[in-house]
């Protein structure tokens, strides 16, 4: 087992785009679970938008990260030991982990780490079976009530959540008009 655990973290706020400035690549002591939880290995993670939020210090949905913070993100891993009865070491898990190599999780509370089926490629739980994808379904079908042959207005439609959305109003036999940041995304 490593005697280390490698972890990115929020070194300052960024002023514009993200820079090599903006985190820092630090060795933290490797965790160890308590009762019930479980150390799991990233094996990937993820890259969103509302990432970029989180760096700023403003209220939002979540709170910032704050600086010297692991950087948040979704991650997929294998469960490398297990203080609990519901999960065995080598299950794939979904959770939020953070821009880290290991993290101790717990199957309860706030967004709780997750045991994937088998049969589906892990990374898609961090896209289209992920946040990203839970939001356009639901955000489309239970707010936006599409019909059939209604026209959805669709921002951002070269992004994770546009994109799948898109593909939902499609589905449900509507015209779509999608909108992205320019020539080369909307191709």
Partial sequence: ??????????????VGLPNADTFRLDEAPMPTPGDGELLIKTRWLSFDPTQRGWM????????????????????????????????????????????????????????????????????????????TGITAYFGLLDLGEPEPGQTVLVSGAAGATGSVAAQIARIKGCRVIGIAGGPEKCA
């Fill in 1 to 14: 087992m490593n005697e280390f655990n490698r972890q990115w973290v929020l070194a300052q706020r960024p």
């Fill in 56 to 131: 700023e210090d403003r209220e939002s949905y979540m709170p910032p990260v704050q600086i010297g913070e692991v950087m948040r993100a979704g991650t997929v891993g294998e469960v490398v030991e297990s203080n609990n009865p519901d999960f065995k070491v080598g299950d794939i898990v979904q959770g939020s982990g953070g821009w880290q190599e290991f993290f101790v999780a717990n199957a309860g509370g706030f967004m709780p780490v997750q045991k994937l089926p088998e049969g589906v490629p892990p990374s898609w739980f961090l896209g289209v079976l992920g946040v």
